[in-house]
């Protein structure tokens, strides 16, 4: 197991270096980061300068090795706006972020998977159907619209709750339901239909058999077994609601890592995309390894492999 | 007794078949074919004197503005009937562009397999691992939004997918008799690879690609939602969402009917794909 760790955290420094060129490779070697920065007035001496300045007058290879260096110490420059360096101004919105997308987890996993039990427990029962229906809506609508309208009914119209910035706990109910309804729909179809498969399998009948109660034959014998593709599929998840929080965040004017990409890339802030970037990849790739690893702990087969 | 299982029979046969999904779908795609003919108004034609105008059934409303119409006066009926013009047309394009160009890679990985496998699969783990909106937001900040450049990046994201699983495929393809017997018959690299080996992953592609069209749907929406997609005044569905932010409290159609449109289709793209998917690829389940 230990081996198998090993490796996998190899591979993972592996995946780093390697979304450091392309980092590299979209901001220096196709855009002009020059261009992006001075004012397209600017004379062609300044322009040099600036090259100068910035070392994008020496060659690629040596501009890579520098960006690198810089990289691995978190420093990507500072931000051309806030002016101060882009990686602190990202890990000052990082928390924003995180509690955003643990909130919008919870939501999922507390309601996707009882309700896929349930559904799986009475299949085609009126419970289920309705469930289906309300999973097939929540996999097709965009999480911008469900975000609006979320606001148009409870703030607008209702005015039950706050719809925009970081706050107390009821600020983080909207952001946290749109974030998370898309990722609660797929885990509800994940669970019903693990469920399913379960609860077809011989030891399930014997379970029965025994004499277990449905409830225990549901909850301990086949939850239990169901719980893998599941535990794999919120790995993913996490990948999924980085990005969405993209948008969430701009919807409901979270102070998190998404807005702060999107106002950076609108200002041509490209320090600060490059960090933004940087952080939630190695984030994601962090949990990717830590799901890895956890799910070498619930099945030590794989291991193995 | 018998004439009602008939019946039965011939309703689950009915249910078997993409009804729900494939109307949803063909729907769309006629409208996006006839648009011209269907939208009653010019979609970009700015109209200041009528602006935030509410549907045909609320007090104030129209026929002529069937659902009202925005902030710049447009017809939002008419925006929406263009819009699925540009939705349609992205979401197609930039999955025909990812699958043609990750099933290359991956067919090229998975038969010729040693050290060009190795790259190109590290190359797609690399790129899995960066999330896809920060991914498109990089590139399109350093390139500047446009229409062309959101299909190129919706590509660059799909890619991937396209060459992990064809590369899986044709390893397992390539463990059947009729390869090697293939082989042995004098068969170029080139004709296997074609016509032995792709046919018999082409289900799972059809089935792939349908799924990924929606989602490339939503995806296109939501960049132009950020202002980094389809730019106005084109009536992209996020765009037009994007605008209706700003007026909530005052015109509620205006955000709301783009996000329908899109919903609804990414509903018929994904029960059709569902359907496509328990027809043509039976072993694969829904996750």
């Not at chain 1, 901001?27 to 910035?54: C, I, N, W, Y």
């Not at chain 2, 939208?39 to 009528?50: S, V």
Request: glycine letters at 10%; one cysteine or more; proline letters at 5%.
């Amino acid at each position: 197991m230990l081996k198998y760790i090993g490796k996998r955290f190899f591979h993972s420094l592996l995946m780093i270096f390697g979304i450091m060129i392309i980092i590299f490779v979209v901001t220096h070697v196709l855009g002009d980061p020059v261009a992006l920065m001075l004012d397209p007035a600017s004379t062609k001496e300044e322009f040099d300068l600036m090259r100068h300045q910035m070392g994008l007058d020496q060659p690629l290879y040596l501009q890579f090795f520098v960006f690198l260096k810089n990289a691995i110490r978190g420093d990507f420059g500072e931000s051309l706006r806030a002016r101060e360096p882009a990686m602190r101004l990202v890990l000052q919105h990082l928390p924003a972020t995180i509690e955003l997308t643990l909130a919008a987890m919870i939501f999922t996993l507390f309601v996707g998977v009882p309700v896929g039990i349930l559904s799986a427990a009475k299949p085609y029962s009126i419970g289920d159907r309705i469930g289906k229906l309300f999973a097939l809506a929540g996999q097709a609508a965009p999480n911008f619209w469900l975000g609006i309208m979320a606001i148009l009914v409870f703030g607008v119209k209702l005015k039950l709750l706050p719809i925009s910035g970081r706050g107390g706990l009821n600020h983080l109910i909207l952001p946290a339901i749109t974030l998370g309804f898309f990722g609660m729909a797929a885990v509800m179809r994940l669970t019903r239909s693990a469920m399913l498969e379960v609860l077809d399998k011989d030891y399930i009948r014997t379970a029965r058999i025994k004499g277990l109660s449905e409830s225990k034959v549901v909850l301990k014998h086949a939850f239990k077994n169901a719980l893998i593709p599941v535990v794999t599929y919120v790995g993913l998840l996490f990948a999924g609601m980085l990005g969405g929080a993209v948008i969430t965040e701009t919807i409901y004017a979270w102070p998190g890592l998404g807005r702060l990409a999107v106002q950076s890339i609108s200002m041509n802030d490209f320090p600060v995309v490059q960090s933004v970037a940087f952080l939630a990849s190695v984030v994601f790739i962090s949990i990717n390894l830590l799901v890895d690893t956890l799910y070498c702990w619930i099945d030590p087969r794989i291991s193995y492999k | 007794m018998m004439a009602r299982s008939n019946g039965a029979k011939k309703i689950s046969a009915l249910r078997r078949l993409p009804i729900g999904g494939g109307v949803i779908l063909l729907l769309f795609i006629l409208t996006a074919a006839f648009a011209p003919y269907i939208a009653n108004q010019d979609p970009i034609r700015q109209d200041l004197a009528h602006t935030l105008a509410p549907p045909f059934w609320e007090e104030g409303g129209s026929k002529d503005h069937l659902l009202g119409t925005d902030n710049m006066g447009r017809d939002i009926f008419s925006r929406l009937v263009y819009g699925s013009r540009i939705s349609l047309a992205v979401g197609f394009l930039s999955v025909l562009i990812g699958l043609i160009f990750g099933t290359w890679l991956g067919l090229v990985a998975g038969f010729f397999g040693g050290r060009l496998e190795t790259l190109i699969m590290r190359i797609t783990d690399m790129q899995l691992a960066m999330p896809f909106i920060l991914l498109a937001i990089t590139i399109i900040g350093a390139f500047g939004p446009s229409t062309m450049n959101v299909i190129i990046v919706l590509a660059i994201g799909l890619w991937p997918y396209y060459a992990r699983m064809v590369r899986g495929e044709v390893l397992s393809v390539k463990q059947n008799e009729f390869v090697e017997l293939a082989v042995i018959g004098g068969c170029g690299t080139f004709r296997l690879l074609f016509r032995h080996i792709l046919p018999n992953i082409t289900n799972t592609l059809i089935v792939m690609a349908t799924l990924n069209f929606g989602m490339m749907i939503i995806f296109e929406g939501g960049l132009s939602f950020l202002g980094l997609g389809v730019r106005p005044p084109a009536p992209s569905w996020g765009g037009m969402l994007a605008d209706g932010r700003a007026y909530l409290t005052v015109a509620w159609q205006l955000a709301t009917f783009p996000g329908l449109a899109i919903m609804l289709v990414v509903l018929g793209t994904n029960l059709f794909g569902d359907w496509l998917r328990d027809t043509l690829d039976p072993k694969r389940k829904a996750y």
